[in-house]
């Protein structure tokens, strides 16, 4: 599935607190756009769903299902932040010091 590049905006005065790019997103969206708005991968996407916390789904039919763009940017809001990244596992091992 192939998610559609939107345009970056320019920030007006008194802008809300989350980036003015949400505009250009429909109120609802998609997976693929979900993805897109939090800057992750799909895949990342699908297991944020799993996560407590996570935004309810909006049923629009059998096979349609839609998220609201402002609970995203509140919930990517929410998650806690890192000052200092863990190395990933794959770099952890076979170091020569």
């Known amino acids: 599935?192939?998610?559609?590049?939107?345009?970056?905006l320019s920030p007006a005065p008194n802008a809300p607190?989350?980036?003015v790019i949400l505009s250009a997103y429909?109120?609802?969206v998609s997976a693929p756009q979900g993805a897109q708005l939090l800057?992750?991968?799909?895949?990342k996407?699908?297991?944020l769903r799993r996560e407590p916390g996570f935004p309810a789904a909006v049923l629009l039919g059998a096979r349609?299902?839609?998220w609201h763009r402002d609970?995203?940017?509140a919930y990517a809001k929410s998650l806690p932040r890192v000052t200092v990244?863990?190395?990933p596992r794959h770099l952890r091992g076979g170091r020569a010091v």
Request: aromatic share 6%; net charge negative.
């Open 45 to 47: 996407y699908h297991e």
């Open 26 to 28: 429909p109120v609802l």
């Open 71 to 73: 609970e995203l940017a």
């Open 17 to 19: 607190d989350y980036p």
């Open 1 to 8: 599935m192939k998610t559609h590049d939107l345009p970056a």
């Open 64 to 66: 349609c299902v839609r």
């Open 39 to 43: 800057g992750c991968s799909e895949r």
């Open 85 to 87: 990244l863990p190395e």
